[in-house]
Nanobody
Framework: QVQLVESGGGSVQAGGSLRLSCAAS????????MAWYRQAPGKQRELVAG???????DYADSVKGRFTISRDSAKNTVYLQMHSLKPEDTAVYYC????????WGQGTQVTVSS
């Protein structure tokens, strides 16, 4: 069983930066993927950034050029570096791993004020 714990959320002004961390404990298959999702109030959860086991990345159009997903395998941690934050980035951000061993983190709140 894999447990994911996010951290790094907070409140920032528009244009600011935050780095989210997702620490994984337990066994993660080497061919598992990692991703960050977010859910704003009244909206569906959406994929923000994905990182395949081979290291390929993909981003939602709304965050391309501003967000970067990365992994530190030695620390079993995935990061989401967020720059040029906008009020519309306000959401609860969730870490995910799958598809062979599926797990979600508990979420971390990001609030961007204008």
């Amino acid at each position: 069983q894999v447990q994911l714990v996010e951290s790094g959320g907070g409140s920032v002004q528009a244009g600011g930066s935050l780095r989210l961390s997702c620490a994984a404990s337990g066994s993660i298959f080497s061919n598992n993927h990692m991703a960050w999702y977010r859910q704003a109030p009244g909206k569906q959860r959406e994929l923000v950034a994905g990182l395949t086991a081979r290291g390929s990345t993909d981003y939602a159009d709304s965050v391309k050029g501003r967000f970067t997903i990365s992994r530190d395998s030695a620390k079993n941690t995935v990061y989401l570096q967020m720059h040029s934050l906008k009020p519309e980035d306000t959401a609860v951000y969730y870490c995910w791993t799958g598809p062979y061993v599926v797990s979600w983190g508990q979420g971390t709140q990001v609030t961007v004020s204008s």
